[in-house]
């Protein structure tokens, strides 16, 4: 099956700081999402972005899928920021999620 | 406002005990939703694929008759889980894909955390 990997693993930074969270998938997608999990377990839909670039505030995405990779920005980070980030993926044909192993981050005062 | 309403958020039951777990879909009909299985610090795992009208589709290493699914509506997947154990205990979470021709995301309910004492 596909390979979908994240770095980095663990994150802290400084209230704020920003950070760039990469996403690798090991082949063509016609689905991307970013999801960031909160300490109560919601999945929070950051981003569709099976492609191109798009921004919400603080937040923006980029996804070169010929080049298999996304990555998610986050400026200015706060506090509220902390989580667990997930990237998923669906293949072609196919409409099932592959989640990466997701980035935590922890955003200090 | 939630695309998605899970149903309960959590249960804390007896081992042996059997656990239905609702997944709804409020904005759309959804001929197909996903159940995942998350586990402590670690990922989301599909668990099955759920089909109106037809038998689930389920993913390597889960146990057809332990997770049982039922999709009778276009708007409803149910999840039990039968005489449940401590190692079934875990987060269990669904998602429906909107509706619509070609790519559309995927929206989540917001889990169930399951606790079998």
């Known amino acids: 099956g596909i390979q979908v990997e994240q770095s980095p693993p663990d994150l802290i930074l400084q209230e704020g700081a920003n950070s760039t969270l990469r996403c690798n998938f090991s082949?063509?997608?016609?689905?991307l999402q970013w999801f960031h999990q909160n300490p109560w377990g919601q999945l929070i839909n950051l981003f569709y972005i099976p492609s191109g670039t798009k921004q919400n505030g603080r937040l923006s995405a980029t996804t070169v899928a010929t080049e298999r990779y996304s990555l998610l920005y986050i400026s200015s980070s706060q506090t509220t920021d902390s989580g667990v980030y997930f990237c998923?993926?669906?293949?072609?044909?196919?409409?099932?999620?592959?989640f990466g192993s997701g980035t935590k981050l922890n955003v200090k005062p | 406002g939630a695309v998605v309403s899970q149903h309960p958020s959590r249960v804390i039951c007896k081992s042996g005990t059997s656990v239905k777990i609702e997944c709804r879909s409020l904005d759309f009909q959804a001929t197909t939703m996903f159940w995942y299985r998350q586990f402590p610090k670690q990922s989301l795992m599909l668990m099955a694929t759920s089909n109106e009208g037809s038998k689930a589709t389920y993913e390597q290493g889960v146990e057809k008759d332990k997770f049982l699914i039922n999709h009778a509506s276009l708007t409803l997947s149910t999840l039990t889980v039968t005489s449940a154990h401590p190692e079934d205990s875990s987060f269990y979470i669904c998602s429906v894909q909107s509706s619509g021709t070609g790519n559309q995301p995927q929206h989540f309910g917001d889990g169930t955390r399951l606790s079998i004492l």
């Open positions: 082949d063509s997608v016609n689905n």
């Open positions: 998923a993926v669906t293949l072609y044909n196919f409409n099932k999620f592959y």
